[in-house]
Every structure is written in structure tokens, then in C-alpha cells.
């Protein structure tokens, strides 16, 4: 079987990541096969039509002709995988019968009571304490989000300041019904990837090979773990406390912060003295402030658990990599023993799905600068770099400190040097973007 066509179909989640590859061949049975990488949205977007993610869902069906190959979750950040856990677009996904789910080896199972690596090996303490800190980053970040709501009705809070603490509690919580769709809605046993496996499509995708360059093991990348570690002691205390809640079983772990016990209930309730009333919202605001670094450290430690991959079709390389930053990245391209290889290969990459929606440091400078296809259309040939961003602007980061999402000099070179897609200028009834994917 020889692969005739390829195409890209990246929809406008707004904040969020769903894109559909499917290849077609020559002769087969079925000679038209799919790949779903990622179904989520955290903030859909402003143009959106009625019932829009069931609109994505029921197009994702259409186009694969009722039939999954694999599915890749490339992390548990509610932007890539709320939709397989929602009611109504979960069971449409699930309808498919994917062959084969993907995620990355942070997501078996097994971790959240022995912490074990993949499956098979030994369950350092690392391994141990980074999924529990995994599970309770997502008890503090139901809080946040509830928090975010609570200072917005306050009078005279910055109403931008709530609403960044809610999005990005929003993003980082759990979702239950995702995770466990994902765990058991595959034909085929799931396969959990970490650096170096090649991850085995040889008869669901004829010609193609897919290679795991991210996340790390511990093992790997101790960095992730210290960063993990480090980053715990900064909101630890908190996070314990919405911990103890959600093992408590409260009926909704969103509602975590409304219903822990006061710290002081015993004490009497009096007006604020008119005299001190100027220092009310200046400790709102430092105390929101302060749950917002909390919050940003959080998104970065799951960012890193993001699946790399490494697809070649033919002599046509396609690099997805999630939501990936440094720390996740640093090990493909500067520690691993065969990270020479591995650049030289990335060099080559003709497709590249950019990450973490365009922000600042999820592109590293030696990736870019390595790409080998980057040509400005004056100079442009059938071999140009094509790039595809899904991303909502005004939803992530700050303009003013530099890291807003998606940040403008990386668009600006990727709209000078490649051949630019982005989700956010397809609006409307037909909300997706469709690429061509060069078979070389």
C-alpha cells in the first residue's frame, strides 16, 4: 500500500487543539486512514457556531468515514482533551473505535497508586512524588478557577486579573471523564510513550513510523523532577489542603476552596475600619497575584509531560509537539546520547504543528534556527517549511511582560519563513483550516 494523499485538518477550538490527519491510499480495504491528535478547548472561540464542538465532532466522523486509527492525547491540560470527556462529543469520539489511544507514559494508570514509569519498571521516589504532585496540582487548580469567580463579583477588582485566574485554573483541573475514556475507549491496549519507543502503526498506517521524542522519564530527565520538586515547595501547603478535600470525596472537586472549613471559625465578623478600607484590595490583589504565579508554574510542570512525535510519511517529516517546553525539549536536543541524530532529523521537518498555541518558549531557538525548509516567499519552493498554529489570542499571558499567547515575533517568522496556518482565521460554518501535506 502506497500513500497518495495526506491533509491536515486543524479545527478552531479557539484556545485549544483538535487536528485530524488522514492519509489515503492507493489499494486496501480501507484506504482511507485517520489520525486525532488532541479534542479540547478552554475558551472556544468568539465567532463559534451553535453546539460547536459537537459541529467538530460530527465532522471529525464524517471525514474518517466512521472509523479511528489512533488517537494521541498529548497531555491532561484540559485544552487538549476536555471535548473526550464531554457528554455529548465524548461518545461520538468514542463511536469511532479508535484502534490505538496515545499518551504519554506520565498517563498510565499505575501512577496514581505506585508511580511506576512505564509499565514494567521499577517505581523511583521521583516517580512517585511527581504523580502526586501531578494529582494535586489538578485539587489546586479547581480552587483557583473558583477563586477567579469569587474576585471577579468583588467591586473594583481588576476583572482581567479574575478572569486570567479562572482560565488557567480552568485549564489545569482534572477531567475525570477525559482520562477515563481515554484509558478504555481504544480497541488495542494503550500505549503510554516516553522518549526513544517507536510507537508500533505498522498495520493501522502502512508507511509511516512515528517516533517518541518527549517527555522524558525521570530517569531520562531529572530536571522535570526537580522542577516538579522545586516548583511543589511554592504552593505545597495550599495544594495539601485541596488534596485532603478531593480524598475526602467532595461531591465537586470545583467547588474545593467554598468548602473547606475557615481557619478561624470561631471569630467575630466586624466592618473594616473606614481607615484601613485602601488596604482591602490591595492584599485581593496580592493575594490573586500570588495564585497566579502558583497557577503558571503548575501550566509549565504539565506542559512538560507532553508527547514529542516524530511522524515520517515517505520522505515527508511532520513534528507534533503538544504543549512540550525547555525542560521537556532540553533532553531530545542537548542530553540524550543520540541528540546529534536527533536534531539532524528534526532539521528536516516539513510539517510542524507549533507549539503550546505559539507561546514563547515552547518553539526553542535551536529547533528554529536547525529547520532546514524555512524560506521566505520571495525565495519560496515546493519544499517550504509548512507551519499550523491552533490558538486564540488575548487568552494566555501579557502583552507588556512578553509572554502572550500566541507571541507576536514567532508568528512573525513564521508567517516571513514558512508556509503559515493558523486556526484563528477560519470562522464560521466551516471552523477548521485544511493543509496539504507535501508526500515527498
Known amino acids: 500500500m502506497k500513500i497518495t494523499d495526506a491533509r491536515l485538518r486543524a479545527y478552531n477550538v479557539g484556545f485549544g487543539d483538535c487536528l485530524l490527519l488522514t492519509l489515503t491510499y492507493d489499494e486496501g480495504e480501507r484506504p482511507v486512514r485517520s489520525v486525532l491528535f488532541d479534542f479540547g478547548s478552554t475558551r472556544l472561540p468568539d465567532s463559534r457556531v451553535k453546539n460547536h464542538m459537537e459541529v467538530i465532532a460530527n465532522n471529525i466522523a ?57 509499565r514494567g519498571r521499577a517505581a523511583p521516589t521521583d516517580h512517585k512524588a511527581l504523580a502526586r504532585t501531578l494529582t494535586n496540582m489538578h485539587a489546586f487548580a479547581a480552587g483557583a478557577s473558583v477563586e477567579g469567580l469569587r474576585l471577579a463579583s468583588l467591586a473594583g477588582f481588576p476583572p482581567t486579573v479574575a478572569e486570567r485566574l479562572n482560565f488557567l485554573g480552568e485549564t489545569n483541573i482534572k477531567n475525570e471523564a477525559a482520562v477515563k475514556r481515554l484509558m478504555t475507549m481504544g480497541v488495542r491496549k494503550p500505549k503510554y510513550a516516553k522518549f526513544g519507543d517507536r510507537i508500533d502503526v505498522r498495520g493501522l498506517l502502512p508507511g509511516v513510523t512515528i517516533d517518541v521524542l518527549g517527555p522524558p522519564t525521570l530517569k531520562q530527565a531529572p530536571a522535570i523532577a526537580h522542577q516538579a520538586r522545586t516548583n511543589a515547595d511554592e504552593f505545597w501547603h495550599l495544594a495539601a489542603s485541596w488534596g485532603r478535600l478531593a480524598a475526602a470525596g467532595a461531591p465537586d472537586a470545583t467547588a474545593g476552596s467554598s468548602n473547606l472549613a475557615p481557619l478561624f471559625p470561631n471569630a467575630i465578623r466586624a466592618d473594616v475600619p473606614q481607615a484601613a478600607k485602601w488596604l482591602v484590595p490591595q492584599i485581593t490583589r496580592g493575594y490573586a497575584d500570588d495564585m497566579l504565579g502558583i497557577l503558571r508554574i503548575m501550566d509549565e510542570v504539565l506542559n512538560n509531560t507532553s508527547l514529542i512525535l516524530l511522524m515520517q510519511i515517505g520522505g515527508t517529516t511532520l513534528l507534533f509537539p503538544g504543549d512540550a517546553q525547555i525542560e521537556n525539549w532540553s533532553y531530545a536536543l542537548f542530553d540524550a546520547p543520540n541528540h546529534k541524530a536527533i536534531r539532524e532529523r528534526l532539521a528536516g521537518t516539513n510539517v510542524y504543528k507549533v507549539g503550546h498555541h505559539g507561546s514563547l518558549n515552547a518553539t526553542p531557538k535551536t529547533l528554529w534556527n536547525g529547520f532546514s525548509h524555512k524560506q521566505d516567499a520571495a525565495h519560496a519552493t515546493a519544499n517550504r517549511l509548512v507551519s499550523v498554529m491552533s490558538t486564540k489570542s488575548g487568552k494566555h499571558g501579557d502583552a507588556r511582560r512578553g509572554t502572550e499567547v500566541p507571541r507576536g515575533p514567532l508568528r512573525e517568522v513564521l508567517e516571513q519563513f514558512s508556509e503559515h496556518f493558523s486556526t484563528q482565521r477560519r470562522t464560521g460554518k466551516r471552523p477548521w483550516v485544511d493543509v496539504a501535506v507535501p508526500i515527498h
Open 62 to 118: 464524517g471525514e474518517t468515514g466512521g472509523k479511528l486509527d489512533v488517537v494521541v492525547a498529548t497531555h491532561r491540560h484540559a485544552d487538549h482533551i476536555s471535548g473526550f470527556g464531554d457528554s455529548v462529543t465524548g461518545p461520538i469520539i468514542e463511536g469511532l473505535r479508535p484502534e490505538l489511544v496515545v499518551q504519554p507514559w506520565t498517563e498510565d494508570p499505575d501512577l496514581e497508586t505506585d508511580a511506576a514509569q512505564p
